[in-house]
């Protein structure tokens, strides 16, 4: 019996995923959670062989929480579960340990195969996904003019904002003055086409500069 776990801040999607598995003699849904902490506490107790991860949680990001939960259970195949087909989130989550990515439009034929699949050892990835992340990797004339190109200053200072950092903690930091941490941010405000730090990150994560 493959035991699974659930985790995704909706419970609406736990259900249909719980749904599309109960009928399947060889799968049992163990535990569902829409909590981090949670997932983690019951993780103590006992380990599932498959995560159904959601990577847009509410108050966490899934993609931390697989890496997390890669390093401290490596023996649990997680499959990511996302609305999000950018490239960036897709091999971020793959980076993190996911052995799997699913969009939430699955189909249940599509589910137990991705589950049976991971068991195996092997990676899932939707005929949906593997053909994204083929355009990615080809790269149009298009993608590639709307990828900034930014200066290691530049991608320094862009993984500082992700981490929260104010523009006095980052000119402390780096040892530069907060006339140049305002203008290095000005300018990546510019180059993403974006107004605030929130679009920012946003835009770098999809285009992959950061995870």
């Given at each position: 019996m493959i035991k699974i776990c659930i985790l995704d801040d909706h419970q609406m999607i736990i259900e249909g995923l719980e749904s599309m598995l109960k009928l399947e003699t060889e799968i049992s849904v163990i535990n569902s959670f829409?909590?981090?902490?949670?997932?983690y506490d019951f993780f103590e107790k006992e380990t599932p062989d498959v995560l159904l991860l959601d990577i847009n949680l509410k108050n966490d990001n899934?993609?931390?929480?697989?890496?997390?939960?890669?390093?401290?259970?490596?023996?649990?195949?997680?499959?990511?579960?996302?609305?999000?087909?950018?490239?960036?989130?897709?091999k971020n989550m793959l980076r993190s340990g996911a052995k799997g990515y699913l969009l939430k439009n699955t189909t249940?034929?599509?589910?137990?195969?991705?589950?049976?699949?991971?068991?195996?050892?092997?990676?899932?990835?939707?005929?949906?996904?593997?053909?994204?992340?083929?355009?990615?990797?080809?790269?149009?004339?298009?993608?590639?003019?709307?990828?900034?190109?930014?200066?290691?200053?530049?991608?320094?200072?862009?993984?500082?904002?992700?981490?929260?950092?104010?523009?006095?903690?980052?000119?402390?930091?780096?040892?530069?003055?907060?006339?140049?941490?305002?203008s290095h941010r000005n300018n990546l405000l510019q180059k993403f086409g974006v107004k605030n730090a929130a679009g920012l990150i946003k835009n770098a994560m999809n285009m992959g500069f950061i995870s």
């Open positions: 829409t909590h981090k902490a949670n997932c899934g993609i931390a929480i697989c890496g997390e939960l890669s390093k401290t259970y490596p023996t649990i195949k997680i499959i990511g579960v996302s609305n999000y087909t950018e490239p960036g989130f897709i249940q034929e599509e589910l137990v195969d991705a589950i049976k699949t991971v068991m195996n050892d092997q990676t899932f990835l939707p005929r949906s996904v593997e053909t994204i992340l083929l355009n990615d990797s080809i790269g149009s004339p298009q993608s590639k003019k709307s990828i900034p190109k930014l200066t290691r200053r530049e991608k320094e200072i862009l993984q500082l904002i992700s981490d929260e950092m104010t523009n006095a903690e980052i000119a402390e930091k780096l040892v530069v003055s907060i006339k140049t941490v305002e």
